[in-house]
């Protein structure tokens, strides 16, 4: 038997609790909860043909879409399969064996897990114990000038909170040597971005994906930014094809209807006002987010509520395993809301 790298029989294994959620109010994984623009699945069925599905990708439109969207020159980013292909091109290009990576805790879990499989030594800074709020000052503390990676969910999942531009800014100051990711995965709810600071700093990585507000996470699409010197390198360290076609072309619909998904986004928003509401209302402690879910506090029944609501069809997800007693739901519209507060009555102890 191959005898595996030491550092993949160290890892921890990953296992998203992610089977039979099809036809069930999935308000679990940050998802859109009512699907993508229907121009994107129109588009798709124009565009198919026998003809698409034996060629190897091509981009071009694609890249020329991308572009327009995101006002970014062509040089200044990679597509790529979500922002998890994002991380790991990353990590590939820029940390070695033993490396230090600085993350976050609690965060997204794919940081470690690519950082962890290259080999390198991750180092994680806790966000603020009583308002979860993100440790400017430790973080800017811990960097040192071999520290390879920099890896920033903005707003953070699962906490929600968020920082501004000063504060990245000052953490870009800080480690000149060292890939700074900022993962704005749910942009579209919070509406403040480091992409307009690419030019300036060329430790700036950006990464934005399709999966959350645009409803496309089955087709794992996403962006890299950064200085085009850098995307050079990263496109190095990228398989050609990792974007698959029918990616490729339901991005460029997606793009085109900017309306369906700031809707989408400003509908999001207010169920979770909606949520503040209910948890206020029902004595249940929450953390303000600025992205679309809620951590609030479940107590030592943060599973069994978790299970209860998934036997009425309500997905939630427990994060107790790294914040005790807490459980992340996602804001969708102000119906769904509703319904998850009729479950969530019907199982509170
Ligand atoms: C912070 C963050 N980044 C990225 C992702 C996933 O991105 P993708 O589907 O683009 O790989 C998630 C999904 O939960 C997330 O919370």
Known sequence: MPKPRPAVIKMAPYSPPSSGREGKLRLDFNENTVGCSPRVLQFLRQKLSEEQLTIYPEYEKTREALSLYFQIPENQFLITNGTDEAIQVLINTYADNNDDVIILRPSYAMYKFYAEVAGAKVREISYRKSDLAFPVKSLIAKIRPTTKAVL?????????????????????????????????????????????????????????????????????????????????????????????????????????????????????????????????????????????????????????????????????????????????????????????FRALDEVLP
């Open 152 to 340: 920033i969910s903005n707003p953070n999942n699962p906490t929600g909170t968020a920082i501004g531009i000063g504060d990245i800014i000052r953490i870009l100051e800080a480690a000149p040597n060292s890939a700074v990711l900022i993962d704005e995965a749910y942009y579209e709810f919070y509406g403040v971005t480091a992409l307009r600071l690419i030019d300036q700093y060329p430790n700036l990585f950006v990464s934005r994906t399709f999966s959350k507000a645009f409803g496309m996470a089955a087709m794992r699409i996403g962006v890299l930014f950064s200085q085009a010197g850098n995307v050079k390198f990263m496109h190095k360290a990228q398989s050609p094809y990792s974007v698959n076609t029918l990616a490729a072309l339901a991005v460029r619909a997606a793009v085109e209807d900017k309306t369906y998904v700031e809707n989408y986004a400003l509908n999001a928003v207010e169920a979770r006002d909606r949520l503040y509401e209910g948890f206020t209302k029902r004595g249940i402690k929450y953390y303000p987010s600025q992205a679309n879910f809620v951590l609030f506090e479940a107590g030592q029944n943060a599973v069994a509520i978790r299970d209860a609501l998934r036997s009425k069809g309500v997905l939630v997800r427990d994060r107790s395993y790294e914040l005790p007693g807490t459980v992340r739901v996602t804001a969708g519209t102000a119906a769904q809301v509703a319904r998850f």
